[in-house]
């Protein structure tokens, strides 16, 4: 039996919650397929609402169950003359190695799925390193994919649970991708560097984000890596997504990122659009580190 599940901890003006629903929605049913369909809110702060689940602790079950799926994945565990490789900024070799191996996997599409949203083949920075996604916000000790093997490791069904029902408390020290707007502490509007501070994070919903990238995959083009969704330069982006009333699938959900990324807004209502959110994308002035600013809305369906 199915129901209207209401996943209120998955609030869409935070492109965390925004992400971690699209996770949710890439989950695969007992037969491999993805039944589900989402939708949103009309709130002041609309928060997700699924169908092809029966409740909260459905959707935390399922997503735990895909868990060491994901962990053992090929894109997360890929090695180089013996080594773990811990992040995607790769030779133009060992990243043709890498895409290769997670292409012929047999992993049900995880591991190609998460690698083409993550980097494209064709797109190198002055170093001859591969560009990752606009989304991608880590450097120095931080590595992408350490990070995403320490969260799994770590992750329980509760704290998916509160993910996907709230609050959000911040009570633990797993890694964060920065993809939550509570990450942009500002230093100018703090008495204290906030880098000394040891960062609080919401597991749950950072798992179930790094499935949903998946639904944003990057393109070599003319002016470096495109990344679905985003906009502008490496240190002067932003990240827009919509927020649509009509419960559609996870490729409906695909297509309307694209579309309103690439600014159709006349075409937006009848989809069942009803706003466009937009975040800054903020880096360090080395260009490396990231985070994502509180969002903006730019667009709304006139009704």
């Given amino acids: 039996m199915t129901a209207r599940v209401e996943l209120t901890g998955l609030e869409g003006t935070n492109p965390l919650g925004f992400l971690a629903a699209l996770g949710v929605l890439s989950l695969p049913d007992g037969g491999g397929d993805r039944g589900s369909r989402l939708a949103w809110t009309d709130d002041m702060v609309p928060y997700a609402v699924v169908s092809g689940f029966s409740s909260v602790d459905e959707v935390a079950e399922r997503a735990m169950s895909e868990r060491q799926l994901w962990r053992d994945s090929m894109a997360l565990t890929f090695s180089r003359d013996g080594e773990q490789i811990d992040d995607v900024k790769l030779s133009g070799s060992d990243l043709r190695h890498y895409i290769e191996a997670c292409l012929y996997t047999d992993d049900g599409g995880r591991s190609i799925a998460l690698a083409s949203a993550l980097v494209a083949e064709g797109s190198y920075d002055r170093l001859a390193k591969a560009k990752p996604t606009d989304l991608h916000f880590t450097a120095g000790q931080q590595k992408f994919l350490r990070m995403a093997r320490e969260l799994l490791d770590k992750l329980d069904e509760a704290a998916l649970a509160e993910a996907l029902a709230g609050p959000w408390t911040y009570e633990s020290e797993l890694p964060s991708f920065?993809?939550?707007?509570?990450?942009?502490?500002?230093?100018?509007?703090?008495?204290?560097?906030?880098?000394?501070?040891?960062?609080?994070?919401?597991?749950?919903?950072?798992?179930?984000?790094?499935?949903?990238?998946?639904?944003?995959?990057?393109?070599?083009?003319?002016?470096g890596t495109q990344t679905t969704g985003c906009s502008g330069s490496w240190k002067a982006g932003a990240l827009t997504w919509p927020i649509w009333a009509e419960p559609c699938s996870f490729r409906g959900a695909c297509s309307l990122l694209l579309h309103a990324s690439a600014g159709n807004q006349a075409w937006l209502a009848a989809w069942g659009v009803r706003r466009l959110m937009s975040s800054p994308i903020v880096r360090s002035e080395q260009g490396g580190s990231g985070t994502l600013s509180p969002p903006t809305e730019i667009w709304r369906a006139a009704f």
């Fill in 178 to 223: 920065m993809w939550d707007v509570t990450d942009d502490r500002v230093y100018a509007l703090a008495s204290y560097k906030p880098s000394s501070e040891k960062k609080q994070t919401e597991p749950g919903a950072e798992f179930l984000a790094l499935l949903g990238l998946t639904a944003l995959p990057v393109f070599a083009g003319k002016g």
